[in-house]
Structure formats: C-alpha cells, structure tokens
C-alpha cells in the first residue's frame, strides 16, 4: 500500500514557475518507477516526466528544458519544477508510483493537484 499526497498547484503567469510536490508513504520501499502526469479538459492523461526503473528518468517533449524531476529519498518526496510555464500546460497533475512487492504489481495514483497558467 502506498499513498501520494500532492500539493503545489495553483495559478501562475505566462512564463512564471512553479514546483510540485509528492510525499510517499505506505510500503515506499516497493516503489520502483515515480512520476507526474497530466490531463487537460477534453484530453488524455498523458506522462510528463518519470524516474522508471533504475531511476532513469524521462520527459514528455513538451517539457524538456522547462521542467525538471527530482526526489528526496530522505523524505520520499518527488518533486516537478516547472519553469517557463505556457497555457498549453495547464492540467490537473497527477502523482503515479508503480510497486512490486512479492512479485505483485500495484499502481498507485495521487488526488492530482490543479496548474493554471494565465496570460
């Protein structure tokens, strides 16, 4: 059992920036792949940036060079700085952890948190 707690989201200017965060808690132990995705009224969700297995990460092409993932092993935080925001990236953000815990494979998701950017 793992639980992901969001917070971070809000309202921000064209170019402006913001950083979410994801507290882990549970059996984080089992977690073996993290990250944030999105969804856009009307669209898919759709991943954002992720540490997959070995902690390699990866980025939606929207996102490079503006957005970057980092966690807190200390804490079992993961966290998503966001720079340059544009319209285009407003979404609700969601939280995703993938576990395996004696070779059973759970997906956990977070409440998802809201990002607005205004012009």
């Known amino acids: 059992q793992v639980q992901l707690v969001e917070s971070g989201g809000g309202l921000v200017q064209v170019g402006g920036s913001l950083r979410l965060s994801c507290a882990a808690s549970?059996?984080?132990?089992?977690?073996?792949?993290i990250g944030w995705y999105r969804q856009a009224p009307g669209k898919q969700r759709e991943l954002v940036a992720r540490?997959?297995?070995?902690?390699?990460?990866n980025y939606a092409d929207s996102v490079k060079g503006r957005f970057t993932i980092s966690r807190d092993g200390a804490t079992n935080t993961v966290y998503l700085q966001m720079n340059s925001l544009k319209p285009e990236d407003t979404a609700v953000y969601y939280c995703?952890?993938?576990?395996?815990?004696?070779?059973?494979?759970?997906?956990?998701w977070g409440q998802g948190t809201q990002v607005t950017v205004a012009s």
């Open positions: 549970g059996s984080t132990f089992s977690i073996n792949a």
């Open positions: 540490f997959g297995s070995g902690g390699k990460t």
């Open positions: 995703n952890a993938d576990t395996m815990i004696w070779g059973e494979e759970a997906q956990y």
